[in-house]
Nanobody, 119 residues
């Protein structure tokens, strides 16, 4: 069983910065990608940024130039969020797309961490 533990959320003023961390633990066959998604009240969950096992990175247009995703080894991913805006307020979820066995893959989610940006 794979678990993701997130940390680093909180309350910050507009223009400020936060850094989210996510650590994966447990047994799995191979990592495909890790990343961050967010869900604001009344809205659907949306992609923020992902990084795959080869290091390729994808960002949502709304965060390009402000957020940076990075990895530390195969089990830890960070999201550095700068120039935060009130519209960045959401619950941020860590995601890991994994091969649990050689032919069985799926998504594992963290419990989420609240990010609130005040104006």
């Amino acid at each position: 069983q794979v678990q993701l533990v997130e940390s680093g959320g909180g309350l910050v003023q507009a223009g400020g910065s936060l850094r989210l961390s996510c650590v994966a633990s447990g047994n799995y066959f191979r990592l495909i990608a890790m990343g961050w998604y967010r869900q604001a009240p009344g809205k659907e969950r949306e992609l923020v940024a992902t990084v795959n096992a080869g290091g390729a990175i994808n960002y949502a247009d709304s965060v390009k130039g402000r957020f940076t995703i990075s990895k530390d080894g195969a089990t830890t991913v960070y999201l550095q969020m700068n120039s935060l805006k009130p519209e960045d307020t959401a619950v941020y979820y860590c995601n890991a797309r994994l091969y649990y066995t050689s032919n069985n893959w799926g998504d594992t989610w963290g419990e989420g961490t609240q990010v609130t940006v005040s104006s």
